[in-house]
């Protein structure tokens, strides 16, 4: 019976990849691939790093986007995230194949690691809340340690026609299953190896 559950639970999760989900009035999304990545760290094009905490793991999930309408369309990365329901978290991606944003207005003393400030893009990612979970977020700290000023990391948004694209998150160890979702709506279930 339990060989039979788990081959369920492996069968539904295989099942979700290849499936394109219409999210919105302007896109589909598929889901290509989730896999754990060995690394911790995640090297960007600026020459800078950002650490995930040792009591975690990096997931990767390759995504194809196409446009409903078959024209280019703006794509907000900042609606997908992941939940995780039995530890009541829901999870911000913390890198990316977009453009890494931050809601700091800069100054002359601000530094900004290669993150830019657009203010007309807005973090839909708080826009999904969810009642009784704890949002994990990456954050830039530019107070100081006495004095935190915390600032969440977000993405541009980009237009484009079809095009398929990284996420990473950084998971518990120790946990091995977890849901997808573009805003309300749920991509899939996924249970890593």
Not at 4 to 32: H, M, P, R, Y
Not at 89 to 116: E, H, S, W
Request: aromatic fraction near 16%.
């Amino acid at each position: 019976m339990k060989t039979l559950i788990t081959l369920l639970i492996i069968f539904s999760t295989q099942f979700s990849f290849g499936q394109a989900i219409k999210v919105d009035n302007t896109f589909q999304l598929e889901v290509k691939k989730v896999d754990q990545r060995s690394r911790l760290f995640q090297m960007h094009f600026k020459g800078y790093y950002i650490r995930i905490p040792k009591d975690s793991k990096k997931i990767q999930f390759k995504i194809k986007a196409e446009s409903l309408t078959n024209e280019k369309e703006t794509f907000n990365p900042n609606n997908l995230y992941v939940v995780l329901r039995d530890l009541k978290l829901r999870l911000r991606p913390f890198d990316g194949d977009f453009i890494q944003l931050v809601d700091a207005k800069p100054d002359d003393n601000t530094p900004y690691y290669g993150y830019q400030y657009k203010p007309e893009v807005p973090d839909s990612f708080k826009d999904y809340q969810m009642e009784g979970f704890k949002d994990i977020e990456t954050c830039l700290n530019y107070g100081t340690e006495i004095k935190p000023h915390e600032k969440p990391i977000y993405f541009n948004t980009r237009e484009f026609k079809s095009e398929t694209f990284n996420l990473y998150f950084a998971m518990p160890k120790d946990q091995t299953y977890g849901e997808l979702y573009y805003g309300n709506v749920k991509l899939m279930d996924f249970i890593l190896e």
